[in-house]
């Protein structure tokens, strides 16, 4: 500014002088075919979302996911299984033609192939139609895809007792059980280390709990000479007298608690 000669000014080429309001395109000639990406369709998309969000929420607090028990590496009988996300992958490896020899095609040729063509849909079938019957092969994918996870992990889930294995592994609060550990039948239960996978007052550990059971003395008898499930045979070693012992104490702990 020189004096004398009044204010000048200098305007920011990075502004337009012009610059409006954004307003969203008008899409009324094309009822039904296509809307304005904001505000009109991410509204639907979140409102989707939430309603799903707060659905599975629900679903988790009314029916929590049964869990395993800690994990012991010395129990070599165990067989891990997978959480229910990965059910249908674990059936696939099941089938002849997906296991054994054939492992490399069940554990990642076959996904690879299922993931692959829903991930290659979009560049298949590029219809600009919104309807899912116009579009035959993105469709057609979606649809096997859904239908075959779910089979699988039908087929899966049908052979796992989980009511048994939430069970199993409900958690005991430390102290709450005091058994008799003065008894001839706690003596073999200690000697056997039957201690290591199911607790000092049978509250459970690596193993289940032998609180809350209902099996007669012969019942037990047989399950530590046979085992059951996840416990191998051949963990009791001692006399017919000492097992016999040591189911009688299991059951008069189950008939206390």
Request: contains cysteine; hydrophobic residues 40%; aromatic residues 12%.
């Amino acid at each position: 500014m020189k004096k004398g000669k009044g204010m000048q000014f200098v305007g920011d080429s990075r502004i337009t002088a012009d610059k409006k309001k954004f307003i969203p395109k008008d899409y009324s000639e094309y009822p039904g075919k296509t809307e304005a990406f904001w505000p009109n369709f991410l509204l639907k998309e979140w409102l989707v979302g939430a309603v799903f969000l707060v659905g599975f929420l629900c679903l988790t607090i009314a029916h929590p996911a049964p869990l395993e028990g800690p994990a012991d590496p010395t129990d070599a009988a165990y067989l891990p299984l997978p959480d229910w996300y990965f059910l249908f992958l674990y059936q696939l490896l099941k089938y002849q033609f997906a296991g054994g020899d054939f492992f490399v095609l069940g554990a990642i040729v076959i996904p690879g192939l299922a993931f692959g063509g829903l991930f290659l849909a979009p560049f298949l079938d590029k219809g600009s139609n919104r309807r899912p019957v116009k579009r035959p092969i993105t469709t057609s994918l979606m649809i096997l895809g859904v239908i075959s996870v779910f089979w699988l992990t039908y087929e899966a889930a049908a052979h796992v007792d989980w009511e048994a294995k939430a069970a199993a592994n409900k958690p005991i609060p430390p102290g709450s059980i005091q058994v008799d550990t003065e008894s001839d039948g706690y003596a073999v239960y200690e000697a056997n280390s039957c201690i290591q996978c199911h607790g000092g007052n049978l509250e459970g550990a690596s193993g289940p709990s032998l609180i809350g059971i209902d099996y007669s003395v012969d019942e037990i008898k047989d399950i530590a000479v046979n085992g059951i499930g996840d416990m191998p045979a051949g963990q009791f070693d001692g006399t017919e007298e000492e097992l016999q012992q040591l189911a009688e104490f299991i059951v008069a702990e189950n008939e206390d608690h």
